[in-house]
């Protein structure tokens, strides 16, 4: 009987409460891969995968605190849906207030302004376990651990709105390292490592420019090779990176998208860098896309993409060339529920030696 008349009290208060309750949202997206392998010596064999791509949960909340000011916080958590691996590896997280007029301040861990342009142009984001998206070969796709965060208010032009984001980082004395799902940079003081953007939106183009400075990242990036023994050899260098991305996206008439991207990344001294990277001289890459939502079967989008990244180096080593070209058709039953295929072909060139990798799948990706 105790137990009820507090369970009674408990629902009643909690049903009093203006306290807003917090909302779960996440995402499951899991396909099957056909990856078969090139080897330099061993006999090539054909190769199937179950992929689990940027799989997620998370929790988040807003409370309102007055008519212009609310507070806010989010947290995420990475999980398998193939059930390899371990789960709950870290995503954004933050806590933060927004105010209407001034923007929005939050303080965690947060995906740099500089990674944030990708996701208008980068169209087979996130696919074959996360390693063909443009992370795979391209620096400038991090999320910093220790920061705090700044989201200017859109500023409305004619046209359109500009928005500008800000992120400063701080190692807490740390060398820079990767840490289940976040990097964490070198250095104690805020603002050591930091990223800024700024981006022009419109329903007809979008436009963005992003610097990272310091911030950790992979050079000389592999992609989604599968090979047990590639004809290109060695993997991808960790370090503290300086990087400046433009980016743009055209929408045009009958549903029809033209996507562009460049960056070029360099270099920057600090405690943890891998070693080798200081022989790095730079790294270039670029991107073109497009998507057709076709008119006549709202569903249905077709979309295709080359990306291209070459690593140099000043010791006379060989430069690395990586190129990516990908074709895809979506069919969207809802919003949240999308069936997809596509085909890919990956080429690893340094020197003489040359690394091809295939790739066919098929998923289904569930938003909630």
Known sequence: MKTKIVTALFLSVWAGSTFAAPTLYGEIDATLDYLPEDNAKQSDRDVWEISSNSSFIGVKGEEKLTDRLNAIYSIEWAFNADGEGSDWAKRNRFVGLKDTKLGTLK??????????????????????????DIAGIFTGENRPANVVVYESPAILVPTGAIKVNALLATGEGSAIKADNGVVKTAGRGLGDAW?????????????????????????AGRGFVNASEPEVTGGSLFAAANTIRAIGRANLANGVALKALYQTSEVQDAEGN??????????????????YNIATAKA?????QYSQNTTSFINGSADLEAKQIFAGLDYAFTKQVKAYGYA???????????TKQPVAGTGLEFKF
């Open 195 to 219: 990223s800024a953007s700024v981006v022009y939106d419109s329903p007809v183009f979008v436009a963005g420019l992003a610097y990272d400075k310091a911030i950790p990242s992979n050079f």
């Open 107 to 132: 303080v965690g861990a947060h995906d740099t302004p500089l990674k944030q342009l990708s996701s208008s142009v980068d169209t087979f984001n996130n696919y074959v376990a996360n390693k063909a």
């Open 344 to 354: 890919g072909y990956l080429t690893l060139e340094r020197g003489n030696a040359e």
């Open 274 to 291: 891998a070693v080798g990277s200081e022989f790095i001289d730079d790294a270039q890459g670029w991107l073109v896309g497009a998507e």
């Open 300 to 304: 249905w989008t077709i979309k295709g």
